[in-house]
């Protein structure tokens, strides 16, 4: 007994699309290597990896969250987060370099009010943070 099998020819595709795929193939599995969460600086923990730049210079505890400040050289930034992510309620984070207006992120947020940053090279800044009502606020600090 034997079988009517037909070969079946496998047409290449034209050179355009081939030198396209060539590109994109490579680029989008980098994109999705940079989009996809996995294993970081947090070791898979809850607490994610900083969103600001520099070095943690100060962490401010409140009752319902902590107000976070990182400096580089030039540059202090901040960020509140509250101490149970969940739904959204108002949160804040200011940071007022000396001798400037203060710099205000202000809503309703689920985990964490900013970052903020603001030029601060040889300045002392003042920062307060707030979530739900209650905060914190420092005097003239990073001097």
Known sequence: M???RSEGHHRPAPAPARALA????????????????GPGPGGGTADAASVCNGRPTRTIAFA????????????????TVAKRPGPRRPMAVSLQPRGARPVVRAGRFDRQA??????ALNR???ATGSVAG????TGWILC
Do not use: F, I, S
């Not at 060539?22 to 969460?37: E, F, H, I, K, S």
């Not at 900013?114 to 030029?119: F, I, N, Q, S, Y």
């Not at 209650?134 to 606020?137: I, L, Q, V």
């Open 64 to 79: 319902t969250g902590e107000l976070r400040l990182y400096r580089t050289r030039q540059y202090v930034c901040a960020v």
């Open 134 to 137: 209650r905060g914190t606020a």
């Open 22 to 37: 060539r590109v994109l193939v490579p680029l989008l599995a980098a994109l999705a290597l940079l989009l996809l969460p």
């Open 124 to 126: 002392c800044v003042k």
């Open 114 to 119: 900013g970052p903020l940053t603001v030029h």
């Open 2 to 4: 034997t079988t009517d």
